[in-house]
Protein backbone atom coordinates (compact mmCIF):
# COMPACT_ATOMS: atom_id res chain seq x y z
CA UNK A 1 0.00 0.00 0.00
CA UNK A 2 1.44 3.71 -0.94
CA UNK A 3 -0.11 6.40 0.88
CA UNK A 4 0.81 10.00 -0.43
CA UNK A 5 0.95 13.44 0.88
CA UNK A 6 0.26 16.34 -0.44
CA UNK A 7 0.86 20.03 0.86
CA UNK A 8 -2.43 21.43 -0.95
CA UNK A 9 -4.22 23.47 1.25
CA UNK A 10 -7.70 21.29 2.23
CA UNK A 11 -10.95 23.03 4.12
CA UNK A 12 -11.94 21.57 6.81
CA UNK A 13 -15.62 22.40 7.54
CA UNK A 14 -15.16 21.63 11.30
CA UNK A 15 -16.51 24.14 13.52
CA UNK A 16 -14.80 23.27 16.44
CA UNK A 17 -11.57 21.44 15.54
CA UNK A 18 -10.08 19.86 19.43
CA UNK A 19 -6.62 18.55 19.16
CA UNK A 20 -4.65 16.72 21.78
CA UNK A 21 -1.67 19.54 21.58
CA UNK A 22 -0.54 21.84 24.09
CA UNK A 23 0.96 25.38 22.66
CA UNK A 24 3.40 26.83 24.95
CA UNK A 25 4.86 30.37 25.13
CA UNK A 26 6.92 32.68 27.20
CA UNK A 27 5.39 36.38 27.78
CA UNK A 28 7.53 39.40 27.38
CA UNK A 29 6.49 39.32 30.94
CA UNK A 30 8.47 36.00 32.11
CA UNK A 31 5.22 34.39 32.40
CA UNK A 32 4.45 30.71 30.71
CA UNK A 33 1.17 30.93 28.91
CA UNK A 34 -0.23 27.78 27.28
CA UNK A 35 -3.27 26.95 24.61
CA UNK A 36 -4.57 23.59 25.60
CA UNK A 37 -5.97 22.35 22.37
CA UNK A 38 -7.96 19.74 24.28
CA UNK A 39 -9.82 22.22 25.99
CA UNK A 40 -9.42 24.75 23.63
CA UNK A 41 -10.20 24.94 19.95
CA UNK A 42 -9.39 25.84 16.80
CA UNK A 43 -12.23 27.45 14.41
CA UNK A 44 -12.82 25.89 10.96
CA UNK A 45 -9.13 25.18 10.88
CA UNK A 46 -7.47 24.47 7.23
CA UNK A 47 -4.80 21.93 6.55
CA UNK A 48 -1.61 22.76 5.05
CA UNK A 49 -2.21 26.82 5.35
CA UNK A 50 -1.59 29.05 8.13
CA UNK A 51 -3.37 29.91 11.30
CA UNK A 52 -3.52 32.41 13.41
CA UNK A 53 -3.03 31.41 17.23
CA UNK A 54 -3.15 34.09 19.91
CA UNK A 55 -1.94 33.56 23.07
CA UNK A 56 -2.85 35.60 25.90
CA UNK A 57 -1.21 36.72 28.92
CA UNK A 58 -3.71 37.21 31.75
CA UNK A 59 -1.14 38.42 34.23
CA UNK A 60 0.24 41.32 32.02
CA UNK A 61 -3.23 41.05 29.60
CA UNK A 62 -0.57 41.15 26.66
CA UNK A 63 -1.59 38.65 23.24
CA UNK A 64 0.94 37.13 21.30
CA UNK A 65 -0.08 35.86 17.62
CA UNK A 66 1.26 33.24 15.86
CA UNK A 67 0.54 31.81 13.30
CA UNK A 68 0.90 27.83 12.66
CA UNK A 69 0.52 25.04 9.97
CA UNK A 70 -1.73 21.90 10.76
CA UNK A 71 -0.40 19.21 8.95
CA UNK A 72 -2.16 15.76 8.72
CA UNK A 73 -0.45 12.40 8.69
CA UNK A 74 -2.06 8.99 7.65
CA UNK A 75 0.41 6.08 8.31
CA UNK A 76 -0.58 2.14 7.65
CA UNK A 77 -0.72 -0.21 11.15
CA UNK A 78 -0.58 -3.59 10.92
CA UNK A 79 -2.14 -6.11 13.23
CA UNK A 80 -0.85 -6.08 16.43
CA UNK A 81 1.34 -3.19 16.35
CA UNK A 82 0.57 -0.03 18.72
CA UNK A 83 -0.02 3.20 16.71
CA UNK A 84 3.44 5.47 17.09
Known amino acids: ?3 E ?3 EPQNN ?3 RQYLPIVITDTCKCGREVKMDLRREYLSYPDFNAPIPVTL ?3 DCGEERTHNVVLR ?3 EEVFEGQAPA
Open 1 to 3: MKI
Open 5 to 7: HTA
Open 13 to 15: DTK
Open 56 to 58: YCG
Open 72 to 74: VRM
